[in-house]
């Protein structure tokens, strides 16, 4: 929580750094282009992508297969290097960043949850999420503490010692969502994270994943296929080879206090 307390607001100043509602603008990026490949075999993937998200508010993209959903969330998340346009994280541009500043500007501001959970077989539950933190450069000393309390706010603090083996799949992506958490990060960025769940446990983790996101300082994207999750969702994206072509806020995420889902 401490890294939070650090963040400096949202740009000084700039309008669009603060959203209608009050929410702070935690991501905005300007116009993002993504090229693979050159001559010939070039793909452009991503066309001018022009998004925020803010704090408090989880949003959910969807669009159909290969129209960039992924490739835009690595750019986001800092994992892969936008061919144009610019990303500010907390009203810090991420452009001249070379690999190591990219990196760590991951580590510090953003978590990630993926479809198949990518915890470690070897590990226990609270293993798994202090290896994040150790990733991000937490302390040792309260690493155990944290990750517990990050395992406890998922609706895990009987499962901490347990072996992803011996976890459903919906335990598991609740670990992951932990491992997300822990350390705080001001971005959390989950690609179709209900995909291999049946639709209770996906539902559990849509709403683990909504209150989640009801931290201000905190925003929340998530890739998703089911339309039940839309529920939700304060703000919804549609994608459509490499372009947003639509971008609504829901009826829910204008009204005092958003629609609860009970955590599980
Ligand atoms: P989605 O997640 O929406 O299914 P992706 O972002 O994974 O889409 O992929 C979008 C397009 O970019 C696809 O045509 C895919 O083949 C291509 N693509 C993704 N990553 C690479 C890469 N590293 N090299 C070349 N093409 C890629
Ligand atoms: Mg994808």
Redesign the pocket.
Known sequence: MSEHAKTPAAKGGGAKASKPGGQKGILEAKGITKV??SGEIE?K?LKGVNMHLNGGELTLMM????????????ILGCILSPTGGELLINGSSTKGLGAEGLADLRRKQVGFVFQSYHLFPTLTAVENVMLALDVRGSGVDNAVAEAENALKSVGLAHRINAYPKKLSGGEKQRVAIARALAGSPSVILA?EPTAALDSENGSAVMALLSEVAKDPRRAVLA?THDHRTLSYADRIIH?ED?RIVDSHKTEHSATEGRKSHAVI
């Open positions: 693979f490949g793909i993937v669009g159909p297969s290969g129209s960039g959903k992924t490739t835009l969330l690595s690609d890739v994608i490499g």
